[in-house]
């Protein structure tokens, strides 16, 4: 486990107890389609939180070449690369839902790893908190789609139909390159992309 980091890493209060070990929450596939709806990608995607490849596959569907990488080998993409140790870039855009600790590194990382978009799937509560305010003033924000329903998410697995409803409100965070101005606020449904 990573130590130091930003303060935001150490300060994550979480109990461990209750947290899947590698922060694995794949995304709902509806989540990642709600996106697409809204927003196009100018050249390859690179998704370098792939886990089982839930996020990755939504991506290839509408025809974007995916770059698929984890720390963790769970049968998708190259499995063992630690995403923060990286320095090459794979694709101009990434795509990804970062464990949450990292959420900060993992955009830092990304954002000097790209030359087009970054969109990151978050909790909405990553909008809170001084320190992030200060560091979100320093980055290229451009637009946060809200979940307008609450996405189904799973600890170490996806969510399936009848597992219930999700009870964390989630949004897309969407930094892009050359950006300035106000950040611009928007809803989306998964549901209206199943």
Known sequence: M??????????????PANREEHDFYPTHPGATRA?????EFDGDIWEPACGA???????EDAGYTVISTDLIDRGYGEGGRDFLMEWAPLAANIVTNPPFRWAIEFIDRALMLTTGKVAVFLRLAFLEGVERGKWFKSVPLARVYVMSRRVPMQRGKLQEEGDGHGVIAFAWFVF??????????GFLDWKDHP
Do not use: C, F, K, W
Request: charged share 20%; proline share 3%.
């Open 2 to 15: 990573r130590s130091g980091g930003s303060v935001y890493a150490t300060a994550q209060t979480d109990d």
């Open 53 to 59: 490849g839930d996020m990755s596959r939504v991506l």
């Open 176 to 185: 892009e390159h050359g950006h300035t101005g106000p950040v611009t606020i």
């Open 35 to 39: 996106l697409l709806a809204v927003e």
